[in-house]
């Protein structure tokens, strides 16, 4: 595979990504918890699909500490990203989250073989500067918390450490996040069980909102983030995983439930300039290689 294709098919997960917001709020009122349940279980599920490819045995080769380390990233990451949104304002709290890309672009530098330009990090600031004019121009809701901003910002560091330490398990298959969805689905449920009152999805709109969260954005998405990661550009990946929030606003937008903006238009020419000083900085390290990019 080369490493071109890989980073387009860890770039699809952005694309799922951008309708978690709209899929979410098709599957109100489901508590949190328990939304994770049922999404990482139908993750889970396709997991077991992707894997029956190669077959089940190449699961065995992974060690259990990989499989503990990856199953707490997912579990945490979502644990963090909820609670913050319960004890701090939307607006605040969501620009903190949105921390993770920039936070893997400049964690990448610290990977064997990977090349961080300025342009990169130049790159990564000017499309945190669209997100924010994104996030921030939402309506806030409740008062601030600097414990819920606190959790936002692990939120962040969870992420961006788990994506760029997935560079570092290689070797590992891509197979072995169908067993993180499995145990990710499992402590959601313990944690639902203690923490929350049972309120399944409402409606045809309510089970098929959930459904489509499980099949994309808590689904699929985490296995070809994984391939783009591993082997694709992880700077460019980092930079372009903003077009997140501005593809998420975009698909509100044509649902109705949000107002389209002058915010939102700057918003896309910050986003896609960074992207793109992010995309020739990558084509220029790249060009400045010698031998076969390309790998297996």
Request: net charge positive.
């Given at each position: 595979m080369?490493?071109?294709?890989?980073?387009?098919?860890?770039?699809?997960?952005?694309?799922m990504?951008?309708?978690?917001?709209?899929?979410?709020?098709?599957?109100?009122?489901?508590?949190?918890?328990l939304?994770?349940?049922?999404?990482f279980?139908?993750?889970?599920?396709?997991?077991?699909?992707?894997?029956a490819?190669?077959?089940?045995?190449?699961?065995?080769?992974?060690s259990?500490?990989?499989?503990v380390?990856?199953?707490?990233?997912?579990?945490?990451?979502?644990?963090?990203y909820f609670?913050?949104?319960?004890l701090?304002?939307?607006?605040e709290?969501g620009?903190?989250?949105?921390l993770?890309?920039?936070?893997?672009?400049l964690?990448?530098?610290?990977?064997?073989?990977?090349?961080?330009?300025?342009?990169?990090?130049?790159?990564?600031l000017i499309a945190?500067?669209?997100?924010?004019?994104?996030?921030?121009?939402?309506?806030?809701?409740?008062?601030?918390?600097?414990?819920?901003?606190g959790?936002?910002?692990?939120?962040?560091?969870?992420?961006?450490g788990y994506?760029?330490?997935s560079?570092?398990?290689?070797?590992?298959?891509?197979e072995?996040?169908?067993?993180?969805?499995?145990?990710t689905?499992?402590?959601?449920?313990?944690?639902?069980?203690?923490?929350?009152?049972?309120?399944?999805?409402?409606?045809?709109?309510?089970?098929?909102?959930?459904?489509a969260?499980?099949?994309?954005?808590v689904?699929?998405?985490?296995?070809t983030?994984?391939?783009?990661?591993?082997?694709?550009?992880?700077?460019l990946?980092?930079?372009?995983?903003?077009?997140?929030p501005?593809?998420?606003?975009?698909?509100?937008?044509?649902?109705?439930?949000?107002?389209?903006?002058?915010?939102i238009l700057?918003?896309?020419?910050l986003?896609?300039?960074g992207?793109?000083l992010?995309?020739?900085?990558?084509?220029?390290?790249?060009?400045?290689?010698?031998?076969?990019?390309?790998?297996?």
């Amino acid at each position: 595979m080369t490493r071109n294709r890989a980073t387009l098919i860890g770039f699809s997960a952005v694309m799922m990504w951008a309708l978690l917001a709209l899929f979410t709020i098709g599957s109100a009122p489901v508590p949190p918890f328990l939304l994770n349940a049922i999404c990482f279980a139908i993750g889970g599920a396709i997991g077991l699909i992707w894997t029956a490819r190669r077959g089940f045995g190449v699961l065995r080769a992974v060690s259990w500490r990989v499989y503990v380390f990856g199953s707490l990233a997912l579990f945490g990451y979502h644990a963090l990203y909820f609670t913050a949104f319960r004890l701090a304002p939307f607006a605040e709290t969501g620009l903190i989250a949105y921390l993770w890309p920039l936070f893997i672009v400049l964690l990448s530098g610290l990977l064997p073989g990977e090349r961080l330009g300025v342009w990169h990090i130049v790159g990564a600031l000017i499309a945190f500067a669209g997100a924010a004019l994104i996030v921030l121009g939402r309506d806030s809701v409740g008062g601030a918390s600097a414990l819920g901003l606190g959790l936002a910002f692990l939120c962040a560091l969870t992420w961006s450490g788990y994506s760029v330490a997935s560079r570092g398990l290689g070797a590992v298959p891509t197979e072995s996040v169908t067993v993180f969805c499995l145990i990710t689905a499992a402590l959601s449920v313990a944690a639902h069980l203690i923490f929350e009152k049972t309120i399944w999805p409402q409606g045809l709109v309510g089970w098929a909102s959930v459904v489509a969260l499980g099949v994309g954005p808590v689904g699929l998405a985490f296995f070809t983030w994984d391939v783009g990661m591993k082997r694709g550009d992880i700077q460019l990946l980092g930079v372009a995983s903003y077009a997140a929030p501005l593809l998420s606003t975009l698909a509100l937008v044509a649902a109705g439930i949000a107002k389209p903006s002058v915010a939102i238009l700057a918003a896309a020419v910050l986003i896609t300039t960074g992207a793109a000083l992010a995309a020739w900085a990558s084509a220029k390290g790249v060009s400045g290689r010698s031998g076969d990019q390309s790998l297996p």
